[in-house]
């Protein structure tokens, strides 16, 4: 139970929770500087901060009501200075970093993706599930929006988006279908338009995953620069770490922990994969928290580069 005041949110589960406590247990060196590039609710963060009392923490988020929420549940850290919570993008580490231009942090986390709360917001647009505007931006401040993509690309670029960002096979018959709808109608407004239009064309058994699946995520992947933004990051943040700090990162997909398990190994002259294999939820996890079923962690480690270390087995070798 954790004694941050604070404490958990009542509807977001934080994934690998456990793991991280566990790839987090203070070594020899004193844990004093945290940082959650991934805020939302809070849930890793109170734990985080329950394991190292005497250690203060720097959170970002970019969703406004992820701040509003945090502002209020962890008003006690604020106060007390353990927590600074900041309305900023991890993407934009290397530029926010000038905030705090001489920490080096102990331990640092990204947890990647959508949060519970925000899909269940029909208002965001995140879900096919909830009939809501055709949204998609975790930072309202942003100017493109889902629909702004759906109704605005031509379709050999909106069947390239679908393909690169979604890994969608063959959408072209959903972006045929797409273009004729948004001319002889009008132009996608809702969640349910284009999700209905998905399942029409591809149709669904109402088993697996629904058709619209990928097709969300590439939006979604498209609208926030969720790619391009986690290859800017890693390296300025690899290189915000204490000597002997460590830096978690959950994924949800394989694009995601493509560039991490990339870029990962690409740091290895400073550091090393705190686990050779990495990590996937067990199955008791997968029942307690179903989000965490495409979950994925990996751990940096900087300092005792593996060039000079034999104990971490061959760190180069495929790990999926």
Known sequence: MSDVKGGKSDNHVPVFLKAILENYAPGEK?????????????????????????????????????????????????????????????QDFEKERARFPNVKFDRMLLDLGVSSPQLDQAHRGFSFYNDGPLDMRMDQRLTTTAADLVNDLEDQDL???????????????????????????KPFETTKE?????????????????????????????????????????????????????????????????????????????????????????????RSNPRSRSAKLRVFEKGQPYASSSSYGSQNESDD
């Open 194 to 286: 284009l999700a209905g239009l998905i399942e029409r064309v591809d149709g669904w058994q109402k088993k697996g995953s629904h058709p619209a699946t990928r097709y969300f995520m590439a939006l979604r992947l498209k609208v926030n620069e969720e790619l391009e933004g986690l290859s800017r990051a890693l390296p300025s943040m690899i290189d915000s770490l204490a000597d002997g700090g460590r830096l978690a990162v959950i994924t949800f997909h394989s694009l995601e922990d493509r560039i991490v398990k990339h870029l990962f190994k690409k740091y290895l002259d400073v550091g090393h994969l705190v686990n050779r294999k990495v990590i996937k939820p067990d199955e008791e996890e997968i």
């Open 30 to 90: 004193k844990v004093s500087t945290l940082f959650d590039g991934t805020f939302g609710r809070g849930g890793h963060a109170a734990e985080v901060m329950a394991m190292f009392p005497d250690a203060k923490m720097i959170a970002f988020d970019w969703d406004e009501e992820a701040i509003a929420f945090g502002s209020e549940k962890f008003a006690s850290e604020i106060s007390e200075g353990r927590l600074q919570l900041v309305r900023a993008n991890f």
């Open 159 to 185: 069947a390239r988006l679908f393909i690169e960002y979604g890994e969608v096979q063959k959408p072209f018959r959903v972006v045929n279908a797409i273009v004729q709808d948004r001319q002889a109608k």
